[in-house]
């Protein structure tokens, strides 16, 4: 049981460049959530998904795109990439959004860096 | 602005010794949960509060919710270097219909052996 991963791990782009980051979770949670952590600042709600073909703004989406086609996987597409979208990115899974408050599962990140 | 201020923001202690870490909002928490950070990695969940008042320990970890639900702390009883991490506090807003977490900053913790 792998949980939540994510690819790739690190990844530099220049400023315009596209790119995808990929998130699988095999627990099969309905819910999918995609963070982004800069220094000081704890983690930011970018998009999240209650499950496929619904996905919604969080936060901060601007600059962003995702997509839910399987309960599995949850991409974050970035199209045009700048300096300021430099950041750790967290993908994460939950199985119900009780208010009692679920856990959230989160994978190992991906660190990315746009010059 | 976070809407939940955690303190301090860094805190490096020598093994054996205690500490507490605060989260504080002016708003009002359905429930709030604390995560432990290891560089590298994701979150952990490490507690869920829901109830005001209420205290849960989780070995040398004590975890309380104050009795408005407006914060939370946590306090390490004689800290281990294995304590040694980023702890995030994250809270369900009761306003937010749909429940999403909002996360502090974050307090560093180190324990020097």
């Known amino acids: 049981n792998a949980g939540v991963t994510q690819t790739p791990k690190f990844r530099i782009l220049k400023i315009g460049q596209s790119m995808t980051l990929q998130c699988t979770q095999d627990m099969n949670h309905n819910y999918m959530y995609w963070y982004r952590q800069d220094p000081g600042m704890g983690l930011k709600l970018i998009y999240y998904s209650v499950g496929a073909g619904i996905t919604d703004k969080g936060e901060v989406p601007n600059g962003y795109n995702v997509s839910r086609s399987t309960t599995e996987d949850f991409p974050l597409r970035l199209e045009l990439a700048a300096p300021s979208q430099t950041s750790v990115y967290f993908c994460a899974s939950s199985e119900t959004r009780g208010l009692a408050g679920e856990t959230q599962y989160f994978g190992p990140g991906t660190r990315l860096l746009v010059l | 602005t976070q809407l939940l201020e955690q303190s301090p923001q860094f805190l490096s202690i020598q093994e054996g010794e205690n500490l507490t870490v605060y989260c504080n909002s002016s708003?009002?928490?359905?429930?709030l949960q604390w995560y432990r950070q290891e560089p590298g990695e994701g979150p952990v969940l490490l507690v869920t509060?829901?109830?005001?008042?209420e205290v849960k320990k989780l070995k040398r970890l004590t975890f309380q919710f104050g009795d408005a639900r407006k914060d939370s702390s946590l306090h390490i009883t004689a800290a281990q270097p294995g304590d040694t991490g980023l702890y995030l506090c994250a809270g369900k807003m009761t306003t937010d219909s749909w429940g999403k977490l909002q996360f502090g900053a974050g307090t560093q913790v180190v324990v020097t052996p």
């Open positions: 509060v829901v109830t005001g008042g």
């Open positions: 708003s009002v928490f359905s429930s």
